[in-house]
């Protein structure tokens, strides 16, 4: 896998793509390589896609996250660490305005359910209560499933575009 990964890699950026896409490019390089490729992209004046678990390349080459979590694409300025602190401090601040309005609706429902004259609006809260979507910090979420049918390969390119606009 290493030599041939280099040499398509090599191959790759000598056609300076408009855009490129990058699925765990570290995988079959050593460390100089990296090196290079992290100086690489640092100096590549077009657009790349990096998909990557190797949290230090993509601190030192990224500044822009997609985070992709139930069903919603949340867009994060940064590399991976500062993202991960505003996921974190998001998640939070959200749990903690949640945890507050639950405690509000639970206490009109509790002084106003025996009233005749409130009893209405203390069962619409109740009922808001119980539709409530609770923010969870730190649940295992259920992680998503993609099943993709198998193809043989289309050929020369599997993915060719023009005029495309990412933002």
């Known amino acids: 896998g290493g030599q041939r990964t280099k040499v398509l890699l090599g191959k790759l950026l000598l056609e300076k793509p408009d855009i490129l896409l990058l699925d765990e490019p570290t995988n079959y390089l050593d460390v100089s390589h990296i090196e290079w490729l992290k100086r690489y992209l640092n100096d590549y004046e077009n657009a790349f896609i990096l998909i990557s678990h190797d949290i230090p390349f993509l601190n030192s080459v990224v500044n822009l996250i997609y985070h992709m979590d ?16 505003m996921k ?4 939070e601040a959200a749990y903690n305005k949640q945890q507050k309005e639950i405690a509000d609706l639970k206490d009109f429902v509790a002084r106003n359910k025996a009233r005749v004259s409130t009893r209405n609006m203390a069962m619409s ?6 539709k409530m979507d609770v923010i969870e910090l730190q649940a295992e979420k259920p992680k998503p499933e993609f099943n993709f049918k198998e193809a043989r390969t289309p050929g020369r390119y599997i993915f060719q575009t023009s005029d495309l606009v990412i933002g």
Request: hydrophobic share 25%; aromatic share 12%; proline share 0%.
């Open 88 to 91: 974190k401090a998001q998640l």
């Open 70 to 85: 139930n069903q919603q694409l949340t867009r994060y300025v940064g590399d991976y660490d500062k993202f991960q602190a």
């Open 125 to 130: 809260r109740q009922k808001k209560l119980d």
